[in-house]
Every structure is written in C-alpha cells, then in structure tokens.
C-alpha cells in the first residue's frame, strides 16, 4: 500500500496492517512491516498462528450456520482477506465492525453493492455506543453471533469483561460468542512483543487460560470446550501448524 488515507499516519505501526501482513496481505506502511518483522524475531511462528486464527473462524462460522444463527457481528474484523466472514455464511446477516478508518475504507470498497453485509466504523471500548448502531441493523430479539477473534488481548482488563457482559446481555437465546485469545506462553521473551506493540495503536494484554475462560461466563462452551485454535474440530488433526500453541480459542451459547 503506497498512499494513507487522510488522517492516518503510516509512521505508526497499525495492529491490523501488521495482522495483514502476517497473513502476507499488501494493506500495509513499512511501518508495519517492521513491527511485525521484530514480533517474528522474537515469534517465529507468528504467520502460521494467524493462519491457524483464520483457519479457526471458519469453522467456528460454520458451526455457527450449522447452529442456526443468521446474524453475526464479527467485532475487530481487520482487513479483508481470503475466507471472510460472509463467505463462509452466504446465508447470513453479517456486520463487519472496526475502528481503523483504514479497514473500513477498504472493507466498504470490496462489499460495495453486496447485500445482507455492512461495514461499521465503531470502537467495541465502547460497546453502549456499538450496541446503539447495531440496533439499527440487527434483530436482537433473535440469537447473533458475537466474533471476537484476537481482539480481547488488545483490550485492558476491566474494558474487556466489560464489553463481553454487555454484549451477552443486550443478546437473545441462542446467541454465541466466539473468542480467540493470545496467552503469555513464553514469559522470558514476551516483554519484547508488549513493548512493540505499546509502540503501535494498540497495548498488547495476555491472560492465562483461566482468565480467557472468564469471558465465557454464561455461556454454555461448545465441544472441546477452550482450546489451542487446531485443537478445536479440526478438519485435518495432522495438518501443519498443529503446533502453535500461543492463544486460546473457544465458542460459547447463550442459554
């Protein structure tokens, strides 16, 4: 990506650009790439997790159609890139939501004329305000589907529950949330990636596998319950990246 739209500065590294090049996207400053490259010096597993996170969604969506939900809110949705969220249910009201003017402008340009999709520039810090505009876009007398995926862990800890519990309580039976969540599982190195992302849009805040557990609280989780992301109905258990083991995933019903 060459120009930056009006009032986004390329010189600060961008959680969702560095996300996309993780993916090998090309919606990205070279600031971004040389955040991400110190994160794969320091990770060197990194692309194959984003990948595993991507390849997570897809069957958690799946699961989620195969449940019956027809409205899902994919929260912190990122850039566009291969296998998005109303690929995988053509069949469903989807709202893509994120606060990078950057994402929305190239999310709103590749849904331009579909139907049943939208693209909401919105902050989930501020789920009163989000819960408003979806109001006017989704039914929530009827279950929707909440995603959640590696978003939480850029969010502080009282915000985080926060937003979860708001969300749960503004949903109807049936609806779902859907978590992938990074866990600090190499201490001795991870101070390096909190103070490269202290330096991007947005502060790095990993949790134990109890703490991600938390967000489920009133939810019913799916089988196999919280989960590495391969590690949740995979299609294929000896596919590669079976490995990674730095986020948990998990999906939740409300009863």
């Known amino acids: 990506m060459d120009n930056a739209p009006e009032g986004v500065d390329p010189n600060v590294p961008n959680v969702a650009r560095m996300y996309d090049y993780f993916l090998d996207g090309k919606d990205n400053f070279a600031a971004d790439r ?6 794969l010096q320091t990770f060197p597993h990194t692309k194959e997790g984003a990948r595993a996170n991507r ?8 699961h989620l159609v195969d449940q019956g939900v027809r409205q899902i809110v994919d929260l912190g949705a990122g850039l566009p890139t291969q296998g998005n969220t109303h690929e995988i ?5 989807v709202v893509y939501v994120d606060y990078d003017s950057v ?36 039914d ?13 862990h850029f969010i502080p800890d009282d915000d985080a529950y926060d937003v979860v519990t708001k969300l749960r309580e503004a949903s109807a039976p049936g609806s779902h949330l ?11 190195t991870t101070p390096q990636a909190l103070e490269i992302y202290r330096r991007a849009t947005a502060a790095l805040n990993l949790r134990t596998r ?28 000896d596919a590669p990246g079976n490995g990674i083991t730095f986020g948990y995933v998990g999906v939740g019903r409300k009863p």
């Open 210 to 237: 109890e703490e991600v557990l938390r967000f489920f609280d009133g939810y019913e989780l799916a089988e196999p319950g919280l989960t590495y992301p391969n590690g949740w109905r995979p299609e294929d258990p």
């Open 89 to 93: 249910a053509p069949e469903a009201r």
């Open 178 to 188: 859907v978590i992938s969540h990074a866990v600090d599982s190499t201490p001795d």
């Open 140 to 152: 929530f007398e009827q279950p929707v589907a909440f995603l959640m995926l590696a978003i939480l």
């Open 55 to 62: 390849a997570f969604l897809r069957r958690a969506v799946r």
């Open 103 to 138: 994402v929305c402008v190239h999310g709103r340009a590749l849904l331009a004329r579909r139907e049943n999709v939208d693209f909401l520039q919105a902050d989930v810090r501020e789920p009163e305000a989000l819960l408003d505009k979806l109001g006017t876009m989704l």
């Open 34 to 39: 040389a955040a991400a490259e110190q994160i």
